[in-house]
Structure formats: C-alpha cells, structure tokens
C-alpha cells in the first residue's frame, strides 16, 4: 500500500469517527431572542465600555479614554461627551 492511499484511509477514518461523536443528537443549539432593534437598552459605563444591560445578548462599545457617557438620545443611544484631551 503506497503512502497516498494510507493517508486517505486514515482521513476517512478521522472523519467516521468526528461524525460519530458529533451527531445530531449531541448537539445543542443556542437560540437568541429577537433582534435588539427598536428595543429600550440599559446603558451603563465601566471605564472605557459602554455595555446594555437590559438585552439577553451582551453588547455595547468602546470609548476612547477621556470620552463619558452623559446620557441617553431619544432614539435610545448613547450620549458620549469629550471631559478631557488625551
């Protein structure tokens, strides 16, 4: 038997045995709730990151340093102000 051929036997083999321990049944899916748009988000600041609080899916952004959250727009965003030059 040449070494192409091993190879292939030993890829197949690999395969059968990733299906098998990853069939259907094993597998457990994640489902997330509606997207978040529209939605009424909790904002709130932890130095540099500005995180919602109130979605089941974690999200939010970055500032740069020296940028503070001062409130909140009337479309539910973020308001995000310069208190200092880097």
Known sequence: MNQGNKNNENTQKIKEEIEE?????????HTLSAPTVGK?????????SIECHSCESPHGFRVKPGYQMCGIDERGMPVIKQIYNN
């Open 21 to 29: 321990v990853v069939s259907e049944a094993q597998v457990s899916y």
């Open 40 to 48: 009424k988000h909790e904002w709130k600041q932890r130095g540099n």
